[in-house]
Nanobody
Framework: QLQLVESGGDLVQPGGSLRLSCGTSAFTFDYYAIGWLRQAPGKEREEISCISSSGGQTNYADSVKGRFTISRDNAKNTVYLQMNNVKPDDTAVYYC????????????????????WGQGTQVTVSS
């Protein structure tokens, strides 16, 4: 079972940018699709993005599409989430996790179920 560690959370002003990282020491990292999820106070956990094991396929929630970019560097055992033009609604604890399964058809890509959660990193968007 992978152990994932998130980092990069911070206080950022609306319209600003932030990059989150998700790392592991596991040598099998490049075997897994990885997702980013977030949970705001009083709200359910939301999947916001997922990336295939090779990095060639990604998907995004409508709430972050066009503003956030997921990427990975398997040589560094790290997945990134570049957050641009952040909004106060992006305030949440951000988690990375291993996808339990993936679906790919018709040009679309989806991750289904997650485990091996990290401890989370806090992102606060406020002026």
């Amino acid at each position: 079972q992978l152990q994932l560690v998130e980092s990069g959370g911070d206080l950022v002003q609306p319209g600003g940018s932030l990059r989150l990282s998700c790392g592991t020491s596991a040598f099998t990292f490049d075997y897994y699709a990885i997702g980013w999820l977030r949970q705001a106070p009083g709200k359910e956990r939301e999947e916001i993005s997922c990336i295939s094991s090779s990095g060639g396929q990604t998907n995004y929630a409508d709430s972050v599409k066009g503003r956030f970019t997921i990427s990975r560097d398997n040589a560094k055992n790290t997945v990134y989430l570049q957050m641009n033009n952040v909004k106060p609604d992006d305030t949440a604890v951000y988690y990375c996790a291993v996808a339990q399964s993936v679906r790919s058809y018709g040009g679309s890509f989806h991750c289904d179920g997650f485990d091996s959660w990290g401890q989370g990193t806090q992102v606060t968007v406020s002026s």
